[in-house]
């Protein structure tokens, strides 16, 4: 279809005109009435009569017909079902290709709407791919396009995109048809490029228009009062057109002092380009500069003017103006844009990159070329930068950060003592903005804007300062990170305190920046700033006070068979413990100091329990000393160990030493995870009273700000009824050859009919007489009971004979521990009266 577009296009070229006066209208030609018979002309008002066109009149009406016949529209239906199929099959670049060819029908057509819409989605691709012959034809499409829509801006983007592409010497070839598959923009080559360049360089400039796309229009100019800026980013096709690259010869340096920079400039245009003059801007605009020629060519205020430049670009070359800045601002500086104007009416801008991190365009990459660098200084080009860090002014003050201990406790009130002091002159009142960032993050805070944006929020670490209160008494309350700091005179100074509590055991960094105004001391130091600066920084650790830990301990000698220890076997992501309802668990807390600071433990309190659920009873062993209470009573009945803080009696507990004691738990209720209580343990730091009194009185003395209180849950329990008891019974001790009576107590806590196996493993020490192995029948609620007699063989800790059960129900089974069948034997009955073991 295309070809027949194409062939008749050639036709109608070569007859030239064709008026339908001369041929008649297409409607007179009718069709042939037999095979073989060629088209007849009908006259108007003729009945039936009809006669044989000669050739030339057959041709001229074929041509007519020809030129009606739409060829675009079935063209573009063909394309469109093939660009669907291409696409269903993720076929990309053959969707692209038939893309580009729809293009063209549209651009055929006259339809440049769509036509350029296909053209931009197809040159993104090819960019991509560094197809530069195909890019070369796609934006010679959109130039057009732009030009028959009158687009001043897209016309003056694709022509300088066209011109920086690499020129390919084919030169260009022409199908059989005449068609030229180049486009309107012909083949890549140089002279193209440059015809190109030299156009829109000139339109740019306002010395050429571009022609009209109608006959009537003005064409395409630049006028006064709609200027061009071409913007050019690191994204930017554009960026082969100009490319700008900015370093400073040094790293850091202070206000008001002179630093050199260099700025390189590069163009892949094939010719040479002419400036006015450069803007160069930076984030902080006072540091904005022109480059000049002439001092009277300046245009725009607000820029410090710098002469004496000869401002050409040479293509494929780089371009260097070198000259000094001195900035008063601390913080970072950074160049942002470079703009060149090339007249009044035009100008580009462009992004400025690092020479440590530019990169060539794609596509020029694989063009042989030499390598070129932006600065002649090799370790300039390789790790240059766009910024420079300005440092702060000499402080004429001295901020101090001190910590009273070290270091940190989760949880404590950790004390951070400020200070103030003039260096000779007195600071007329200020403000310390604190800020408070995770000791990883590599940050340094030279400017307080930056504060805000890298500070940790509360529930990390937060900050509290005291406030005095009405009743001469002192409270502590949050605050935003902001101190007010008083007028301070030469000789005198400003000392306070803040206060961090950490909610988890982390290294911190304390940033706190003091912004402050000088008062001159008389008219000759005003050289002096009036508002500056001073940074300090603290390193900070902390550590948790203690590592608790919990186990669970059955009754001693009696055991209970749970469905929920069977079901633990094939589950082992089940961390709960199970335990029986209605039976006493023995609840060991252990706590250990596992931080490098000496504790004192000021009491352990048992909150938050519900006694129609769960049952506690604590006990404490400090100091070689046990604290009891006799029965089980609900947590909220002071079931707990106290020491109060104006005693000695309060346990010490050093690096690394574990302290533990003792809760028994009865669960009331069956449940999955039953919530037992919560514990209070309430601790304070050991701090040496030979170093810093002062500071030591205000930890000690207060009792708000020197015991710490940490809260923690008891572990939840998996509360089940047991299906059976087994309790073993023994004498405590024997005499060496006297017989004694053990036995084990079975309970069927079920309404089924149970079948318990079990068997003995005899002892060394004793002589068992007995079954060693049976069967036991428990009907239901029932109990039995197996029993033997030994007699012991030999004095001293002996281990009983071990009994092992099964139950066949259940096909489970348990046996007894290791510590519940010690026994002493005494070698005689006299040395156990003598013990007081025995009656006497």
Known sequence: MIQRRQSSQTISSTYGAIHEDVLGRPEETSPPLYVGQSSRICPPGAKGDARCPTDEEYMLHAVIEER???????????????????????????????????????????????????????????????????????????????????????????????????????????????FNQHGPAGPLCQSQRERISTEVIGLLRGEQTVLPSKDGQNGLTVVDSDPVCVNIDMASPLRAVFTACVAFHESTVKPGHKTLLTLSLFTRLPQRIDFQELEICFNQPKCNVILVK???????????????????LEPNKWTRFSFNLIPGQSGKLECLSVTAHLGALASIRCQVESPASREDVFYWKLEPQLEMMPLKDSALSNYGQKTIQIEDQDPVVDLVLETVVSPALVNELFPVVISVMPKGHPVHGGEIKFAITEASTALALTSPSLIPSVSLDTSSVELLIVIPSDDMDESLKSFSGILQVPEIATDGSFSTHIYMRWKKAMA?????????????????????????????????????????????????????????????????????????????TTLILTLENSSSVNLELISITVNDTNESLCLVRAEHTINGKVNNVSSLLPANQKSDFCCEPETEDVPTIRCGEIYSCLFYIQPLVESAALSIASICIKWRRLVDKNTKPSVDRMLLNSSSTSVTSMLSSLPSLQVEKPVMLAIFDSPPHAVLGVPIDICLKLQNLTSLPQEIDFSIIDSAGFILSGAHCSTVHLLPHAKDVVSCKLVPIASGPQQLPQFNLISKRYNAGFQQSSSSIQIFVFPSSMLAKNYNFLPS
């Open 68 to 178: 009606l016949f739409p060829h675009s529209v079935i063209t573009i239906n063909l394309f469109k079902r093939a660009y669907e199929l291409y696409k269903n099959i993720q076929a990309g670049r053959m969707g692209y290709f038939v893309a580009c060819e729809m293009g063209r029908e549209y651009f055929n057509a006259r339809d440049y709407a769509n036509a350029k819409q296909l053209f931009d989605s197809v040159a993104g691709m090819y960019r991509q791919e560094a197809w530069v012959s195909l890019l070369w034809t796609v934006l010679g499409f959109l130039r057009e396009c732009a030009r028959q829509m009158d687009h001043l801006r897209e016309y003056i983007d694709y022509s300088l995109e066209m011109a920086a592409l690499p020129p390919v010497f084919t030169g260009h070839k022409v199908d059989t048809f005449g």
């Open 294 to 312: 002439d001092a009277h060519e300046v245009s725009k205020d607000g820029f410090e003017v710098k002469t004496g430049f000869d401002l050409h």
């Open 508 to 584: 911190v960094t304390l940033f706190a920046t003091f912004s402050y105004q000088i008062e001159p001391m008389s008219a000759s130091d005003s050289g002096y700033p009036s508002h500056s600066f001073i940074h300090r920084e603290l390193q900070l650790q902390c550590e948790d006070p203690f590592t608790l830990s919990y186990r669970h301990m059955s009754p001693f000698r009696r055991g209970a068979l749970l469905l929920g220890n069977l079901k633990r076997s094939a589950d082992t992501e089940m961390d709960r413990a199970c335990v029986p309802v209605d039976e006493i």
